[in-house]
């Protein structure tokens, strides 16, 4: 059933389910791989996702637990292409449909749109 309300617990349900398609996808996948390795219990992906919980609540909910520059490491990953963050967009878009009524879902879509733009803005991507 989708969430009717945002919660830290089914925020961390919605970046576990992301990251799930994340790691299957051929085009965004391979860039998590090359930082945090393929398995989702490593000691790299369990810090990355209660980092990424707590950017999402920050943004949702007011949370204060994230301390951090969602933007830096994006500088250091690569060539990634507009193509990368359509597809980014798409699973994530995805990912929230399945997790939460229409009307939350949206709000978070048009979040991630705003952030996906001002990264490719800073990172010159055309
Ligand atoms: C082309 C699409 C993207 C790719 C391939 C990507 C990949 C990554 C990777 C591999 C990391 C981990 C870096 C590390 O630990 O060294 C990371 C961190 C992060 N990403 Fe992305 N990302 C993308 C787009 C986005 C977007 C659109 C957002 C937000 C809406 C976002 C939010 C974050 C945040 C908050 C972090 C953690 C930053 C910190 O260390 O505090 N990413 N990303």
């Known amino acids: 059933m989708q969430a009717q309300e945002i919660t830290k617990e089914n925020i961390r ?18 860039f998590f791989i090359a930082k945090l390795g393929d398995d989702m219990t490593n ?5 990355h996702l209660d980092l990424l919980v707590n950017f999402w609540a920050s943004i949702a909910l007011g949370d204060s ?12 990953l690569g060539e990634l292409k507009r193509e ?8 994530f878009s995805e990912t929230l ?3 939460y009524i229409p009307s939350i879902a949206a709000q978070f879509k ?8 001002n990264f490719m803005r ?3 991507i055309a």
């Open 13 to 30: 349900t919605m970046v576990n389910t992301f990251y799930v398609k994340i790691l299957k996808d051929e085009i965004v996948g391979p």
């Open 122 to 124: 800073n990172l010159r």
């Open 110 to 117: 048009e979040r991630s749109i705003i952030i996906a733009g």
């Open 84 to 91: 990368t963050f359509e597809q980014w967009l798409t699973l």
């Open 97 to 99: 449909d399945e997790v």
């Open 65 to 76: 637990d994230y301390r951090g520059n969602p933007f830096m490491p994006h500088t250091q």
């Open 43 to 47: 000691e790299h992906w369990v810090p």
